[in-house]
C-alpha cells in the first residue's frame, strides 16, 4: 500500500480578483522508503504541493491520503495533529530556533508530541551519522550552514514520521554541503527505510532520489 | 522543555528582559511605596503618641480619632480633668496645622516633659523664650537645622533651642500659650494628655469623664493607637485603591508593548513550532508562562526597589514621612502585578495562537 495517495488534487489561491490555480488535478503515488524528487521551476506549485502534503494549508478538492490518513477532511487541529505525527519538515533555510541549543531544537519537537523519554539508540546513531554528536550544546549561529540542515533533518525524523518533506534542503548551501546533505538523506532513506519526498529545483539534487517527478503548471509528469 | 524555551527567550533579549521586568516592578514598587508610607506614618504616629506617656486622652467633640484636630476645646475642661479622682496630671496640647500634614504643637513644656519621662536632648536644650523652637532630630537633619538656626514657620521666626530625640509626640514644639496667641484662640486647645496614679484605673476614670462630658470623645492611649490603622483613613484606602488601578494598568501597558513586539518579532519562530505540529495551546502556554516569569522578576524588582523608596525617604525627607516596609502586601502587590500582566498578555498571545503557520513560515 503506497504511503502517499494523491487522486485529483486541485489548490485555488484567490490573488485579489482572480483565482489562481496552483494544483490542477495532481495524482501521485509514493511507497513505503521511497525517496522521491518532484522538480520544477518556481511557481510550477511544487511547494504549494509540500505545503498541502505538510499539512500547512488545505487542499481545495481532491483526495490525500498519508500512511492511511485521510487529509481532505481535515480541520485545523487534525492538520496540527498531523504535523506533529505523521510529518517531519526540512526547509530550505534551516528554520532552527536560534535561542535554544542543537539538542533542546531536536528536544522541542519531541516535546510537542508529547514524549519525554531519551533519545534512543537508533536516533544516536542517526545524530552520529548526520557528524552533528559533537555539537548538540552549541547555538544554531555557531553552526555553519550545512551542519543547521543536518540538525534540521535529525529534528525532521526524532518522531519517526510517517514521511520527511523536504523543501528546497540544498538551496541555500554550496555544493560540496549540498551533496552531503543529500547524501545523508539518501543514506538515511536506505538505512532506515524513512519515505522522503524532496522538492527541488535543482536536476542534479533530484539525481540523488529514487524516482524524479515533474511539476509544470499545477500538474505533475513522470521525468 | 517549554520552561527552557521561555528562559532562553527571556535571556536572548536581556535589556528588553530587564527594562520590562524594571516598568512592571515600578507598579509594585508604587503600590508598596503607597502602602509602606501610609502604614509607616501612622505607625510612626503611634509611637510618638505613645512617646507623650499619658494613659488616656480627651479630645475636642467632633474631632477625628487620627485627625490633628484644630484648637477648639475650651481650655477650662482642663480643671475638671485635673480634679478627677486617680489623675495625676493633665497637660493640654494645642495643634496648628502649618500646610499638609505638618504641624507645630503647642505645649506646657514642664507638664509634657514631667508626663513623658523628659526630652532626651541631642543638642541644646529646653523651650526658655516665647519665640524658642524645640524640634526632634529628624526634623533637624531633613531640613538641615542646628541649635541657634531660625527656622521660619507661622509667618514668624522661631530659634532652635533645642534638638531632642524623636518620639515624643510631635516634631516640631513651642510654648502653648504663644501658639494660642498666634492663632488667635486663647484659651483654647486641642486635646488633653492624662496620666493616672495607675493605668489599670483608666477604663474606670473614662467612664466617669464620659457621664460628665458625653460630647467629648475620650479614649485610654492603647484604644487611641490601635485606631491609627489605614482602614480608619477613607481617604487613604481610596487613594491605595487608585494606585492600584494604575498598577494594573501599568503592567497591562507594559506587558501588552513588551509582548506584542515579542509576538511579532517571532513570528517565524512560532512558525516554525506550529510546523512541528504546536497547537494554539502550546504557543498561548509559552506566552503565557513568559508572562508570569516577567512578572515574578517584575515583583521581585518592585519588591527591591521599595527598599529604595525607603531609603530615599529616610535620606532626605525623614521628618516629613515614613514608609514602612509591608510584608503582607508583596504577596497582593505581585498578584495585582500578575493579573495586569495577563491581561497584557492576552490579546498578543491569542494573535501568536492564531498565526497561520505558513504565513508565520514566510515571514522575515
Known amino acids: ?223 | 522543555m517549554v520552561y527552557k524555551l521561555v528562559y532562553e527567550n527571556l535571556k536572548h533579549r536581556p535589556v528588553r528582559t530587564l527594562l520590562s521586568s524594571l516598568a512592571i516592578g515600578l507598579g509594585v514598587t508604587m503600590m508598596l511605596a503607597l502602602v509602606g508610607v501610609g502604614e509607616g506614618m501612622l505607625e510612626d504616629q503611634a509611637n510618638r503618641a505613645r512617646g507623650a506617656g499619658a494613659d488616656l486622652v480627651v479630645r475636642a467633640p467632633g474631632s477625628s480619632v487620627v485627625g490633628m484636630g484644630s484648637l477648639s476645646m475650651n481650655q477650662k475642661i482642663l480643671d475638671y480633668v485635673r480634679a478627677r479622682p486617680h489623675v495625676t496630671l493633665a497637660t493640654p496640647i494645642g495643634i496648628h496645622s502649618t500646610g499638609g500634614v505638618s504641624s507645630i504643637m503647642g505645649i506646657n513644656y514642664d507638664e509634657f516633659a514631667a508626663m513623658s519621662g523628659g526630652f532626651r536632648f541631642r543638642e541644646g536644650g529646653r523651650l526658655t523664650a516665647p519665640d524658642d523652637v524645640i524640634i526632634d532630630d529628624l526634623y533637624a537633619r531633613e531640613k538641615k537645622l542646628k541649635v541657634g538656626s531660625l527656622l521660619h514657620t507661622m509667618n514668624r521666626d522661631w530659634r532652635v533651642s533645642g534638638i531632642f530625640a524623636s518620639g515624643k509626640l510631635a516634631r516640631v514644639m513651642i510654648p502653648l500659650t504663644v501658639l494660642q496667641e498666634l492663632a488667635s484662640a486663647n484659651g483654647k486647645i486641642t486635646m488633653i494628655y492624662v496620666k493616672l496614679d495607675n493605668p489599670a484605673n483608666t477604663q474606670a476614670v473614662i467612664d466617669t469623664m464620659k457621664q460628665d462630658l458625653p460630647e467629648y470623645p475620650i479614649y485610654a492611649m492603647e484604644e487611641l493607637i490601635k485606631q491609627f490603622s489605614v482602614n480608619n483613613l477613607p481617604e487613604l484606602k481610596a487613594f491605595i485603591g487608585v494606585v492600584v488601578s494604575l498598577a494594573v494598568l501599568f503592567g497591562f501597558l507594559v506587558v501588552f508593548l513588551a509582548m506584542y513586539t515579542a509576538v511579532l518579532e517571532r513570528t517565524r519562530e512560532i512558525g516554525i513550532l506550529k510546523a512541528l505540529g504546536a497547537g494554539p495551546g502550546y504557543v498561548l502556554g509559552i506566552l503565557l508562562r513568559e508572562t508570569v516569569l516577567l512578572a515574578i522578576i517584575g515583583s521581585l524588582c518592585g519588591i527591591a526597589m521599595s527598599y529604595g523608596t525607603r531609603w530615599l525617604i529616610a535620606t532626605f525627607i525623614p521628618a516629613s514621612m515614613v514608609q514602612a516596609i509591608v510584608y503582607s502586601w508583596w504577596p497582593i502587590a505581585s498578584l495585582i502585578t500578575l493579573a495586569g500582566a495577563i491581561l497584557g498578555v492576552l490579546y498578543p498571545a491569542l494573535k501568536a495562537a492564531r498565526q497561520d503557520a505558513l504565513d508565520s513560515l514566510s515571514y522575515d
Open chain 1, 1 to 223: 500500500m503506497a504511503i502517499i495517495e494523491i487522486q485529483n488534487l486541485r489548490k485555488t489561491f484567490r490573488s485579489g480578483d482572480v483565482d489562481v490555480h496552483a494544483l490542477r488535478g495532481v495524482n501521485l503515488l509514493v511507497n513505503p522508503g521511497e525517496f522521491l524528487a518532484v522538480v520544477g521551476r518556481s511557481g510550477s506549485g511544487k511547494s504549494t504541493l509540500f505545503h498541502i502534503l505538510g499539512g500547512l494549508t488545505p487542499p481545495t478538492s481532491g483526495t490525500v491520503k498519508i500512511d492511511g490518513q485521510s487529509l481532505t477532511e481535515l480541520d485545523e487541529a487534525g492538520r496540527t495533529r498531523l504535523r506533529r505525527n505523521s510529518v517531519g519538515f526540512v526547509f530550505q533555510k534551516y528554520n532552527l530556533l536560534p535561542t535554544l541549543t542543537i539538542r533542546d531544537n531536536i528536544n522541542i519537537a519531541r516535546d510537542i508530541a508529547g514524549r519525554s523519554e531519551p533519545w534512543d539508540a537508533a536516533f544516536l546513531e542517526v545524530v552520529e551519522l548526520l557528524g552533528i554528536a559533537q555539537k548538540l550544546d552549541r547555538k544554531p549561529r555557531q553552526l555553519s550552514g550545512g551542519e543547521q540542515q543536518r540538525v534540521a533533518i535529525a529534528r525532521a525524523i526524532v518522531n519517526q514520521p510517517a514521511i520527511l518533506l523536504a523543501d528546497e534542503p540544498t538551496g541555500n548551501l554550496d555544493t560540496e554541503n549540498s551533496n552531503m546533505v543529500l547524501d545523508l538523506l539518501r543514506h538515511l532513506n536506505k538505512k532506515t527505510g524513512q519515505t522522503v519526498l524532496m522538492i527541488t529545483h535543482d536536476p542534479e539534487a533530484a539525481a540523488f532520489a529514487d524516482r524524479t517527478v515533474q511539476m509544470r503548471d499545477g500538474e505533475l509528469h513522470s521525468a
